[in-house]
């Protein structure tokens, strides 16, 4: 099936028959910073085993959201429940923008990859079990003996991902994962990161201001409008995958992204 | 080897070079300014004997007195910096004691702990611990948002993110701490020896020597003190590459 489904009447639509159970509830949620509202009353539904991408103009809370939700930002009011349970009852995983920032320079890749599980009270042996088992499903080829600051951008990023995969996340939250690498690096992140979904079905949210990512990797595109964030759009993308850079020319792949392009300049000139 | 690596050792050249032809044209009067050989003789003479002692006992004060600083300082400067309002209310007088030279602390420290040695070690101390603590509190501080971020995000409890992470990312400015810390104390170290009732170390090398006259004896001592700075230096510099490994990167 290759289809594009909108909420929104008027859209490029074919209505989506079934939806999956929602993963994440989010229910009147609300934030201001310093007087500024960003969220309002706030609802959504994230699918569970999906890939959401986020997109909206600058500033409209697109990383606030997943901040939010991944309890990296305090709410003001609402709540988020992820199937019934709350966020300190299930496991996730949180990528971010900056992987200079975010890796622990003292530690070689490999304890890198290790840290989440030493909260969790595993034996040492069980600790490295895992995270060759995830190497090794991964098919990563990269000397994880050697410290981030040794590695190019990309393998930082990936180690980071590896990171927040190993403690095997209901959850994985992406903020601008690929912002900071140049072209050719995005490119084979993209797929690194499609092969990974594929391979583990984790629910993913990821945080993007390249509206052509956004699109290629998601099964569900979340726009946002400005300030105070409502949902613009919520459009299906079901190609299959693994998508490839024939995805990129396919005529639905091309009408959705014009369709969201143009609900982001609407959006924008609202500004 | 490089070529540049020689580099370093032209300043030396060019500096014993100008030293020979100022002796040798008579510059300055020659009991004042003894000729490069002369002054090698005293100090490799100096150092097997009586300069090699005092060398030593500076070396075991600024020891004693780094060791105190930051045993006291490194514990507080984190305590103070995982805080930024306690360490906003405590920092005018911290940056206070820190500009006051340490050596007008002299006298208050020998009515305190009389003419000792200790009262030497604890001045140098005292001065030691305020650039430390400084250095410290701001590593601490200035640890990046992100990393404890992502440390809270992977379960880390606040002790733990305290120990993993802000006491690693606090290294680097640490040891900057401990450099400059050292230095002051060498610097406090060997003025108490020149005037607080010294009866060794090369601060009261340098002083004897002048008062004796013996130029060449006082300029080995000069340079012993300043081989000696350079060289903790140096150590300190080591000891951080090989242990803050990532550092600067």
Known sequence: MKSVASEKAGAPAIRREAEPPPHITIRGLSKQFNGAV??????????????VSVFGPNGCGKSTLINMIAGLIPVDAGEILFAGKTLSQIKFGYVFQNYREALFPWLRAIDNIEYPLRHMNLPKAER????????AHLGVKIDLQRYPYEMSGGQQQLISIMRALVVEPEVLFLDEPFSALDYEMTLFMREQLQRIFQETGTTMVLVSHDLEEAVYLADRVLLLSRRPARIADYA???????????????????????????????????? | MKRESFLPLV???GLILAWYIAVWVRIVDPVLLPSPQATFAAMIKGMGGRLGFDFFKTVERTFYATAIAAVVAIPLGVFLGAS????????????????????????????????????????????????????????VMNARKTRLLAAKVMGASPLRVLTDVMLLESLP???????????????????????IGSTDGLGH???????????????????????????LNLLFLLIEKRFVHWSGK
């Open chain 2, 173 to 195: 400015q640490t040891f900057v701490g401990l450099r400059n810390g050292v230095s002051l104390a060498l610097v406090i170290v060997v003025v108490a020896e020149m005037f």
């Open chain 1, 236 to 271: 299906w993308y079901e190609a299959p995958r693994p998508r490839t850079d024939a995805t990129l020319s396919d005529p639905a792949f091309v009408q959705l992204k014009a369709h969201c392009l143009e609900i982001f300049q609407r959006e924008v000139r609202k500004g």
């Open chain 1, 128 to 135: 490295r079990a895992r995270v060759e088992r995830l190497v």
């Open chain 2, 11 to 13: 300043g030396v050249a």
């Open chain 2, 84 to 139: 930024e309002k306690l360490y906003r209310s405590v920092e005018f007088v911290i940056d206070f004691f820190r500009s006051t030279p340490a050596s007008a602390m002299f006298p208050l420290f020998l009515v305190l702990f009389g003419v000792g040695n200790w009262t030497k070690i604890l001045v140098a101390a005292f001065g030691a611990a305020l650039v430390i603590l400084f250095n410290v509190a701001y590593g």
């Open chain 1, 38 to 51: 960003v969220y309002d009353k706030f609802d959504l539904d994230i699918p569970r085993g999906k890939f």
């Open chain 2, 205 to 231: 090398r340098v002083f004897e020597a002048q008062q004796l006259f013996d130029m060449p004896d006082m300029y080995a001592a000069i340079f012993a003190a300043g081989a000696l700075g350079y060289g």
